[in-house]
């Protein structure tokens, strides 16, 4: 078979950790044989690349084409319209990738489906490309794209249209195959396949040398993620009032950075949290090793790769009870949901973790059940489905 996959969350030279989970899963779906994929990565056209430009700098430093992990991928440039373009982005990015699309082609790769990720905007204009090339298209949805963009009313009503107009959809979790289900019209073939995790890259490390290299002395927790809202790093660091005896690492970066340094001298904590910055995505297992739990206190997620990473290191987790996390966290192996979104019950769920500490033994062996193996087989089996019914289709006609 022969993919094109459709996403604007994927790694590239200048943001190595974007979309992680995505070049993940067809990494392993490339492993297991039988498929070849190519990857349309498009990015935000911006015409300058220097640092103080942020994110749009970077965008501008990115290459139009990379390989990685044997697959080839296209950067190309779209417009996109800051603060006005919302309701435009979809067809934005069609009028962009149409021409992109074609080269592909022309160079020999007649892709048989469209597999795109994360439906605003590049699901709908996913299905859009569909239709243009005549091409099964399957959409992922993964989390904020349809707890957040369907508040919205064009884009709701556009996701509603690539909903019903998709040839099937992938939820990460059963909430969110719930919402693709509220949404369409129940028509379209939505299957559960959650994220894995990769057992080689994420396991434990040693702890002693590196609890040491970092100074780390005492409970130390570790925090993962962009500093952004929903990510909950500003709770968690207030959670440390009511725990005296933990200490934190901040792993990411984003725009809250300077406000969570800010919080934490406030409240005299400089000695008690480390900000790491960003972090290589294959060396974060050594720094879930050193650590006693990973804490991630966001308002909403998905499927949160960094528990299955942490919990594949043997370091358990205490994770805010919303949408896949309350599928991944379910034994007491794995660790401890929070069910008050607050400091204070962030401070609950961790002191009971500490009260109930299992053996990481134990959390490693919880973590194995997530290989990518079942859902690399899932996925495989509904790209050939899909491929058949297009075979079908043409020998009828």
């Not at 709770?235 to 970066?253: C, E, K, R, T």
């Not at 949160?304 to 009870?321: F, I, K, R």
Request: aromatic share 8%; with cysteine.
């Amino acid at each position: 078979m022969k993919v094109l996959s459709f996403t604007t969350l994927y790694p590239n030279k200048k943001q190595p950790g974007h979309g992680v989970f995505v070049e993940n899963r067809l990494s392993k779906l490339v492993e297991s044989g039988g498929v070849e994929i190519k990857v349309l990565a498009p990015v935000p056209w911006f015409p300058l690349k220097h640092e103080v430009f942020g994110e749009y700098g970077k965008f501008a430093g990115v290459p139009q084409k990379e390989e990685r992990y044997g697959m080839e991928i296209f950067h190309p440039r779209y417009p996109v319209i800051p603060k006005v373009g919302m309701n435009l982005a979809p067809f934005l990015m069609v009028s962009a990738m149409v021409p992109q699309i074609k080269k592909i082609q022309k160079a020999g790769f007649d892709f048989d489906l469209i597999d795109a990720h994360f439906f605003y905007p590049d699901g709908v204009a996913a299905v859009c490309l569909g239709r243009i090339f005549n091409k099964k298209v399957v959409v992922t949805a993964r989390g904020t794209d349809l707890a957040l963009y369907p508040t919205y009313y064009m884009p709701k009503k556009m996701i509603q249209w690539a909903i019903n107009r998709a040839d099937a959809v992938i939820a990460v979790c059963q909430s969110l195959a719930d919402d693709a289900a509220r949404l369409g019209e129940n028509q379209t073939m939505i299957k559960v396949m959650r994220n894995g995790v990769d057992l080689d890259v994420f396991s434990p490390g040693p702890r002693d040398e590196k609890r040491e290299e970092l100074g780390l002395k005492g409970f130390t927790l570790i925090s993962v993620g962009r500093h952004i809202e929903l990510k909950g790093h500003h709770l968690v660091i207030d959670a440390l009032q009511h725990l005296s005896d933990v200490n934190l690492m901040i792993a990411g970066a984003g725009p809250m950075e300077k406000s969570l340094k800010r919080q934490v001298k406030k409240l005299g904590l400089d000695e008690r949290v480390m900000f790491l910055g960003c972090l290589p995505h294959d060396e974060l297992f050594q720094y879930y090793s050193v650590a006693d739990g990973l804490v991630l206190a966001s308002s909403r997620e998905g499927w949160a790769n960094v528990l299955l990473e942490s919990m594949a290191c043997g370091t358990p987790v205490v994770a805010t009870a919303v949408s896949g996390t309350i599928d991944i966290v379910k034994a007491p192996a794995a660790g401890q949901l929070i069910s008050d979104r607050s400091a204070l019950g962030i401070a609950t769920a961790i002191r009971t973790l500490m009260k109930n500490y299992p053996d990481r033994t134990e959390t490693r062996k919880y973590a194995e059940k997530f290989s990518w193996d079942e859902t690399t087989e899932q996925q495989r089996l509904l790209f050939k489905e899909l491929v058949n019914q297009s075979s079908e289709t043409v020998l009828v006609s």
